[in-house]
């Protein structure tokens, strides 16, 4: 495959939306900071991960209020302040805080467990820089028809300051790896 | 160097000559680059700590000791060492714990709610103000346990299945809304917070070598900077803003309403969650103005966490300052309004009675002080701005103390009123409280990131020329759907590294 370093994200914008004029097949982008429109030039669908957090708020808001509906009404009714026993006002501020955590820690480990962040993972690719100052383009050379000299001419001259050409080493379960980064 | 429009480059932005629409100061001081905000970034955590990091851990260290001396002597004799008495049940621990809890809401309002309104400026100082929202936080949760009577008994406070009935808890107690609101927000806190330092934590885990690398690497989760990573990572971010926000309303008021739900005059008002809310923004800003001061000293950071973060730091602690003035103007307002004697002694015996000058002490700093943040000469001396953030720490404190032991010691009937005094045992645990309190914040400078680099870097073309590489000016993201324009030659002679060159190896250019 080829990479590509840019120096500046709108050079690297401008090295996204060549590759995919030409037809080049963008295995993915590995820039420092999320980079504003790359989505959009990627084409790639926006996340569904609130989709995710509003199940979790909404099943949980329900669940607790029903929790302690039962244990106020059911199992152990009590009268408290004068109160009914299904005083289901004061039962909310508890049902939204626990909605909260849940919806918040769920969401986060949905999203750890889809983009493959452990404890202990090392990166998957050795990339110079992507977590100080460049943005690395990966593009896979798919096809005979892939002419590399042309493709690293058009991305220099779209701003890359450096283009190399990588074997793919291995599979890895989340994807296409060169076997990662040097301790 | 390209003489026509590339037929595969998308249209140019046109080069703008007036781009006054999109003018604004930079939020970062001086012509610095990425590989700048990264150096100045982790070199805290890559360096030893200097003289002035171990005088401030050594002093906190020792006021954390006394305090954890006074807790276990308070643990082990009993409560009585306290100076609580039965009209003034709460006093200094409760004090404490609703003085920190407020400080902790400012950070999330910092991190979260000012990401939500795009507020670029809190780039620099998200980082720092979560983390003293969670040490804050941490502090705080630490009263509820030591006041209780039998503190080895803390978890009956979780509904459990048990064999004590089962027993169930109250839900409808305030006291156990704040169980399960400080549990959620503490929790969430450093969620958002650890969720936020992946990447800078893959910043600094690059940079490192031998068994640092491994332990970043193992906090780092294997974040490579991946794009899809980085589009669910900035979705999650965005959820965890929205809900760490909701969380400062609903948990400042859950606070609140451990008093608004009592009858006594001074407790039983329907303003106190604003007032709380209000009082925990103040003195959380003040806090965050008290921290940010020495730190940008003690780390070298004044490019990032620049004086102009200081002035609208100031601007929004003063803006709060004036909330606060007017709830306790609208407080003593509401008790002449109200007709009840009650009421109305209550306010006088606030401002005239035996505990009177803590009453003042808040005037002084909350209302008096603050009002000096109005003048630009004060916002921009940082010594005046420290100063005025402490008076109002020690203003906050003591509205704290006012509302809850103020209220409690003349109620309704004059045989109960008593006076108080606080113990040695309870000053040293308030002492202790801020000694944690500054330990765990030293600690988190020394080891984690306290710039979001990542943010920092995305924000740092605003308001400036682009750097020398590639000679345009670049106040817009770039979008490719706009009108083409004229094509500008692309890498001129400013440019670093050469062009052309093909299958380069070795090390970055």
Redesign the interface.
């Known amino acids: 495959m080829l990479i590509a ?1 840019f ?5 690297l ?2 090295g996204v ?2 590759s995919r ?2 037809g080049w097949t963008v295995h ?12 959009e ?2 084409g ?1 669908k ?2 569904r ?2 989709l995710v ?1 509003a199940a979790l708020a909404i099943g949980t808001f329900g669940g607790m209020l029903v ?2 509906s039962w ?2 009404a059911i ?2 009714p ?1 009268i ?2 004068g ?1 009914p026993p299904f ?1 289901w006002p ?2 909310i ?2 049902a ?3 909605m ?2 849940v ?3 769920g ?2 480990l949905v ?2 467990l ?12 050795h ?8 943005f ?1 383009l990966v593009i896979l050379e798919s096809d005979a028809a892939f002419d ?2 042309a493709s ?3 991305l ?10 990588r074997m793919i080493r291995e599979r890895g379960e989340h994807g296409l790896t060169d076997g990662g ?1 040097q ?1 | 160097m390209a003489e026509h429009p590339l037929p595969d480059t998308p249209p140019q932005q046109p080069l703008v000559a007036d781009d006054s629409h999109w003018r604004r100061q930079p939020l970062v001081d001086g012509n610095i680059t990425l590989a700048d905000v990264t150096a100045s970034g982790c070199s805290p955590t890559e360096r030893l700590p200097g003289g002035r990091w171990f005088v401030g851990f050594v002093v906190a260290s020792a006021m954390l000791a006394l305090g954890i001396v006074a807790t276990v002597y308070t643990v082990l004799v009993g409560m009585g060492v306290w100076g609580l008495n039965r009209t003034v049940g709460w006093a200094f621990d409760i004090t404490n714990f609703v003085f920190w809890v407020g400080i902790g809401h400012a950070g999330t309002m910092i991190s979260a709610l000012l990401f939500l309104l795009a507020a670029h400026w809190r780039t620099a100082i998200g980082r720092t103000a979560e983390a003293m929202t969670i040490f804050a936080i941490s502090v705080a949760a630490i009263f509820p346990l030591i006041h209780m009577g039998r503190p080895w008994l803390f978890y009956w406070v979780f509904p459990y299945p048990n064999e004590r009935g089962p027993m169930w808890v109250n839900f409808t107690s305030p006291l156990l809304w704040d169980v399960f609101a400080l549990n959620a927000y503490l929790l969430v806190s450093t969620v958002f917070w650890y969720v936020g330092m992946l990447p800078d934590l893959a910043t600094v885990r690059d940079r490192a070598k031998g068994l640092r690398r491994r332990i970043y690497g193992i906090l780092a989760l294997g974040w490579d900077g991946s794009q899809r990573t980085w589009s669910r990572y900035e979705t999650v971010y965005l959820l965890l803003a929205g809900l760490g926000t909701a969380l400062v309303i609903s948990v400042c008021g859950i606070v609140s309403m451990d008093f608004a739900t009592s009858v006594i005059p001074g407790w039983h008002a329907t303003i106190f969650p604003l007032y709380f809310l209000s009082g925990a923004l103040f003195s959380g800003f003040a806090m965050v103005l008290t921290l940010l001061i020495p730190l940008r000293w003690m780390l070298g950071l004044e490019q990032m966490i620049t004086k102009r973060h200081i002035d609208v730091l100031c601007k929004v602690t003063l803006m709060f300052g004036l909330f606060v003035s007017l709830v306790y103007v609208t407080e003593a307002f509401m008790c002449w309004y109200s007709g009840s004697e009650y009421e109305q002694f209550f306010i006088v015996n606030r401002f005239l009675g035996p505990l009177a000058p803590v009453a003042w002490t808040m005037i002084c700093g909350n209302v008096l002080i603050p009002q000096l943040l109005w003048f630009k000469g004060v916002r921009s001396r940082l010594w005046m701005v420290l100063g005025i953030a402490l008076a109002i720490n020690v203003g906050m404190w003591c509205e704290r103390f006012v509302i809850i032991a103020m209220s409690l010691h003349r109620d309704f009937l004059p045989a109960a009123w008593s006076n108080y005094m606080p113990s040695w045992t309870e000053i040293a645990i308030l002492i202790g409280s801020f000694g944690l309190f500054f330990t765990l914040f030293l600690l988190f400078v020394r080891v984690l990131p306290v710039i979001a680099m990542a943010e920092v870097k995305s924000v740092l073309k605003l308001g400036r020329r682009q750097p020398a590489h590639s000679a345009r000016i670049k106040t817009a993201p770039f979008n490719p759907d706009l009108a083409p324009g004229p094509a500008t030659p692309l890498g001129d002679s400013d440019a670093a590294e050469p062009s052309g060159k093909s299958n380069q190896s070795g090390g970055v250019s």
């Open positions: 370093w120096a500046d994200d709108a050079d914008l401008r939306h060549a004029r030409n993915d982008v590995f820039t420092p900071f999320a980079v504003h429109g790359l989505d030039a990627l790639r926006p996340s991960l609130p957090c929790f302690q244990t106020h199992d152990w009590l408290i302040a109160k005083a004061a039962l501020p508890v939204l805080q626990t909260a955590l919806a918040a820690v969401t986060v999203f750890f889809r983009a493959g962040l452990l404890p202990g993972k090392e990166p998957r690719w990339l110079d820089g992507v977590s100080d100052d460049r690395a590399p000299a690293i001419r058009v220099t001259d779209c701003g890359a300051v450096r283009v190399e050409e980064a301790p």
